[in-house]
């Protein structure tokens, strides 16, 4: 059964930064990809950044230079380290891994961010 658990959200005022964690119950080198993704109320969950098993990074406009995906496979952990955050960040981030070859598809609970003065 794979797990992924998100932490590291919270409060936090604009111009602020915070870290979030995604920790598999699995090797995490044996996902395709690993991302994070954010989601509003009525609205679709849209993509923020994700790294390939080659460290391959990808991120949405909205976050480049602010975002930065990585991961740690001795911890089996990948982070989001999020900067100079703005009130539009506020969101439930929710980690995603995916097996490609497999068409498997694991999701996180998801952890809230809210940007706010």
């Known amino acids: 059964q794979v797990q992924l658990v998100e932490s590291g959200g919270g409060l936090v005022q604009p111009g602020g930064s915070l870290r979030l964690s995604c920790a598999a119950s699995?090797?995490?080198?044996?996902?395709?990809?690993m991302g994070w993704y954010r989601q509003i109320p009525g609205k679709q969950r849209e993509l923020v950044a994700q790294?390939?098993?080659?460290?391959?990074?990808n991120y949405a406009d909205s976050v480049k230079g602010r975002f930065t995906i990585s991961r740690d496979n001795a911890k089996n952990t990948v982070y989001l380290q999020m900067n100079v955050l703005k009130p539009e960040d506020t969101a439930v981030y929710f980690c995603?891994?995916?097996?490609?070859?497999?068409?498997?598809?694991?999701w996180g609970q998801g952890t809230q961010v809210t940007v706010s003065s």
């Open positions: 995603r891994a995916l097996i490609i070859t497999l068409q498997r598809d694991y």
């Open positions: 699995v090797n995490i080198a044996s996902f395709t990809t």
């Open positions: 790294i390939t098993t080659r460290d391959s990074t």
